[in-house]
């Protein structure tokens, strides 16, 4: 069931990616996840400070819409609007990060009147490789990328996805990092001429889930102690790397 206010100021459970799960930072209270919050994780962020959440494997239900957020203090992001039976999520992508290239790789491929499952990965191999990435499931199979195409070993890139420079160095944090700024700038334009068309629903209304053709969507996972919390005015999203 949706929450909301008589001011507009429309509630719902705020969800962000990061360390390969999905994690809840915040209480219906308005409280942040700390120490003394029931089964609350801790982690430590790259510039060494320490972060608390509840964490989820995955969120489940129908999207509702997808909105671009721009943040000079946090960074942009992409805000995802999820719904299920029960509750409204808004699942907060950075716009640069691996996370959100995985989703956005895989959207066009989405029914979007359908339920999904939604849920990340960050580990180390046996190797000693880092995998890190996003997974979308439907209907019990898992969504191809729109924009590469895997024969064999080998990966190619289709409907304008960018490719890295010939030659490049992979190892060079300085050229993943500008290739990464191509593949941000490319979903940009995709999330404006391709991504805001799939939905009917007008994410910026005051009740975005309201869509005229209802969808009965499969309650979200979520740990018993989770509250719905405060749509924020700030994304405090802590998600991985690029790559």
Known sequence: MGLGNNNGNERRI????????IRQKSLLSGEKVDANT???VKRLTPS????????????????????????????????VLIRDDENNYQLSFKADSQFWFDFAKRLPNLDVEKPC?????DFTSKDGKRAIGFSVVQGGK?????????????ISNTNGYPSPEEGMNWKDKDERKMYSIKIKKFFKVEYEN????????NPFASDPFAAPNSVTAQPATMAPNAQAAPVLNKTIDDDGLPF
């Not at 705020?14 to 799960?21: A, M, Q, Y």
């Not at 489940?60 to 946090?74: N, P, R």
């Not at 898992?142 to 080998?154: A, L, M, P």
């Not at 391709?194 to 629903?201: A, D, E, G, P, S």
């Open 38 to 40: 029931p089964n609350a």
């Open 194 to 201: 391709r991504f805001k068309q799939m939905f009917k629903t």
């Open 117 to 121: 499952k939604l849920s990340a990965y």
């Open 142 to 154: 898992k969504i191809d990328s729109f924009y590469q195409e895997k024969v064999g070993d080998v």
């Open 48 to 79: 060494g400070t320490d972060t608390w959440a509840l964490e989820y494997d995955y969120v489940e239900g129908v999207i509702g819409g997808i909105i671009e957020k721009a943040d000079s203090e946090y960074g942009d992001s992409f805000e």
């Open 14 to 21: 705020f969800l962000s990616v990061g360390f390969g799960r």
